[in-house]
């Protein structure tokens, strides 16, 4: 019977290399955030047609970030634009934040910046890619669905900074609360990732146990 570690392995990823006894699953993407911004439908009394605001400038940001969908945490960061580089500071804040006793399995999609032979991968990270054209498959893809309906849509944006204001006002109001973020990311199909790693992660915990009551061979 194939096992969460075949697929692994069969993807070329070998448990012997994650040398940490706890693993975390978390979901990186990038959203544009512009004065354009989004039109939503709202509630409104019967027989009264509500309007809604349309920008038609073009200042915007990108809100680049990473959920780990089963506990809720979220790390975040703004850009005005998005790139190799870009994501490679962000992986090194990212890095900085994690505990050192955990190893973090990040999947993303195939963006351009995301396969750049520029990128440097943290010690205690394996990035994982998506398939390719299946956003379904990224529950951060829902977190900025749930921003946009809920706070920045249907808004006026003066210039870019309102746009950054906006955005870290977003981030504290519900980026950083984890039951929200957990409550919206937290997919079925989230969910059969993380017990698989349940059972990748106990996996390790036995090797690790083994290796460490070994008895050293003869010389």
């Excluded at 409550?183 to 199909?189: D, E, I, N």
Aim: glycine share 4%; with cysteine.
């Amino acid at each position: 019977m194939a096992t969460p570690y075949d697929g692994m392995s069969s993807l070329g990823y070998d448990i012997s290399e994650l040398s940490s006894s706890i693993i975390e699953v978390w979901f990186r993407d990038e959203a544009g955030f512009c004065q354009q911004g989004t039109t939503i439908h709202v509630w409104a009394k019967t027989n009264f047609r509500h309007g809604a605001v349309r920008q038609t400038k073009y200042e915007w940001l990108y809100v680049v970030g990473a959920v780990c969908t089963e506990s809720g945490e979220s790390v975040g960061s703004l850009s005005p634009t998005i790139n190799s580089d870009v994501v490679n500071v962000f992986l090194k804040q990212f890095t900085a934040e994690v505990s050192r006793d955990v190893h973090v399995l990040l999947l993303w999609d195939h963006a351009g910046f995301n396969t750049s032979k520029k990128l440097k991968n943290p010690e205690n990270m394996t990035i994982v890619p998506l398939p390719p054209y299946s956003p379904e498959l990224n529950p951060a893809e829902n977190l900025w669905h749930y921003l946009r309906s809920h706070y920045w849509a249907n808004r006026i944006y003066a210039d870019c900074d309102a746009l950054r204001l906006a955005a870290v006002d977003t981030r504290q109001k519900a980026a950083l609360d984890k039951g929200k973020v957990k409550s919206v990311c937290f997919t079925k199909y989230a969910q059969r990732i993380y017990k698989s790693v349940l059972v990748l992660d106990a996996k390790l915990w036995r090797t690790a146990e083994f290796q460490s009551h070994s008895v050293p061979a003869a010389s």
